[in-house]
């Protein structure tokens, strides 16, 4: 029976390689993001099925718990089992702490790390009863090393690290892995919004001295989510070109 990999936020960007990825790898794929229209004139489900693979859209916001719990439900009749997550859907809202409004700390912690909470646990009881599954998110360099201008994104994803390590210990016993992956600088829609004066500063840090691309985040979670990463659970791999080494 061929086995099934949700991956939210997948419509663009890092979501959409790792789609594509686990596609390749031979898993069947359900897309989510927040909007049908994010699927408009959108090449992934296309690639996916070129490449013979089942492929369906889930839209949802996976800050909202009831939202969640409904696609999941759908995943699993459509489907009959869900074998990967990948928690990838994020968004950020930059602005030094002093100036952050409070609406703006809120929602990056839920659209971040409350959608990780929902899905981790919805998901995490379909895997229970499986006896086996993988989970993986998407935490960042942020995350473990902090960021100016970004203390609702640094939290978020410091919380998923420690989610990460928590759900390991939890559904561990039951061939159940839980890991993250910490990507540093990677092209997508999400940097493209960053200033020339803050590409070239990232860059003097990065020892590779290029920006990482999504389908190099996919490689590692195709790792992550393959048999071949069986006896690996509750670490965070960093992808980033060797960022504070
Ligand atoms: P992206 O291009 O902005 O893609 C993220 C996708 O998630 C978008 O399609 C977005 O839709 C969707 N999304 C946002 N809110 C959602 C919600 N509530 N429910 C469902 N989907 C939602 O970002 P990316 O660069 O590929 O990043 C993917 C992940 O990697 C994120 O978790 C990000 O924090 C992490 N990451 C990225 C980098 C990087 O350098 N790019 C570095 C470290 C970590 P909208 O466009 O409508 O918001």
């Known amino acids: 029976m061929s086995k099934t ?12 390689a790792i789609a594509i ?3 390749k790898d031979g898993y069947d794929i359900a897309l989510n993001d927040i909007s049908e229209s994010m699927f408009e004139n959108n090449e992934t489900v296309e690639a996916i ?5 089942q492929c369906e859209i889930f839209v949802a916001d996976v800050s909202d718990h009831s939202q969640c719990e409904k696609i999941v439900k759908d995943i699993k009749a ?18 030094l702490a002093a100036r952050m409004p409070e609406e703006q700390y809120d929602l990056v912690i839920a659209v971040n790390q409350k959608s990780v909470f929902n899905m981790m646990k919805l998901v995490g009881s379909v895997m229970l009863r499986q006896k086996s599954g993988k989970i993986i998110s998407l935490a960042s360099v942020a995350g473990l090393y902090g960021n100016p201008g970004q203390i609702n994104y640094s939290a978020s994803k410091g919380a998923i690290i420690a989610m990460t390590k ?4 939890e ?8 890991n993250a992956v910490a990507p540093g600088f ?4 999400m940097t493209d919004k960053l200033t020339d004066e803050q590409r070239e500063k990232m860059l003097e840090l ?8 999504p389908e190099e985040i996919a490689g590692v979670v195709s790792f992550l989510a393959s048999d071949d990463s069986s006896y690996v659970t509750g670490q965070v791999i960093e992808i980033s070109g060797g960022l504070m080494m």
């Open 171 to 178: 559904l561990g016993s039951r061939g159940i892995t839980v």
């Open 49 to 53: 099925k070129a490449l013979g693979r």
């Open 186 to 189: 990677i092209k997508t829609p």
């Open 78 to 95: 459509r489907f009959g089992s869900i074998d990967c997550l990948v928690n990838n859907a994020g968004i950020t809202r930059d602005g």
């Open 5 to 16: 990999a949700l991956i939210t936020g997948s419509a663009r960007g890092i979501g959409a």
């Open 206 to 213: 990065i020892a590779m001295k290029r920006y990482g691309l």
């Open 166 to 169: 928590t759900m390991a210990k």
């Open 21 to 23: 990825r686990l596609a």
